[in-house]
Nanobody, 124 residues
Framework: QVQLVESGGGLVQAGGSLRLSCAAS????????TGWFRQAPGKEREFVAR????????YYADSVKGRFTISRDNSKNTVYLQMNSLKPEDTAVYYC?????????????????WGQGTQVTVSS
């Protein structure tokens, strides 16, 4: 089993920045990739970014490309999502997820473990 705990959410003005953290514990050796998803009220959960644990290959949704950066600290078993130039439409609950299989990692179905989520609110 793998446990994921997100932190770093909050309220920020448009144009501001936040850094989310996702700390993994448990059987972390089984993780192939970690992803970030978000879900706004009344909308479906959507993919934001992901990073593989071998090679640190990254991939982003078009809506955040150039503004968000995903990174990983192996020594801390922690994945970060640096969010810059935030927009009101980035407001959502952000979830991190871990996958123990090989895949594209852009669909929530590919992930086996999920955190509880952290709220990000961007005011205009």
């Amino acid at each position: 089993q793998v446990q994921l705990v997100e932190s770093g959410g909050g309220l920020v003005q448009a144009g501001g920045s936040l850094r989310l953290s996702c700390a993994a514990s448990g059987r972390t050796v089984s993780i192939y990739a970690t992803g970030w998803f978000r879900q706004a009220p009344g909308k479906e959960r959507e993919f934001v970014a992901r990073i593989s644990w071998i090679g640190s290959n990254t991939y982003y949704a078009d809506s955040v490309k150039g503004r968000f950066t995903i990174s990983r600290d192996n020594s801390k078993n922690t994945v970060y999502l640096q969010m810059n130039s935030l927009k009101p439409e980035d407001t959502a609950v952000y979830y991190c997820a871990a996958s123990r299989a090989i895949g594209l990692y852009t669909s929530s179905d590919e992930y086996n473990y999920w955190g509880q989520g952290t709220q990000v609110t961007v005011s205009s």
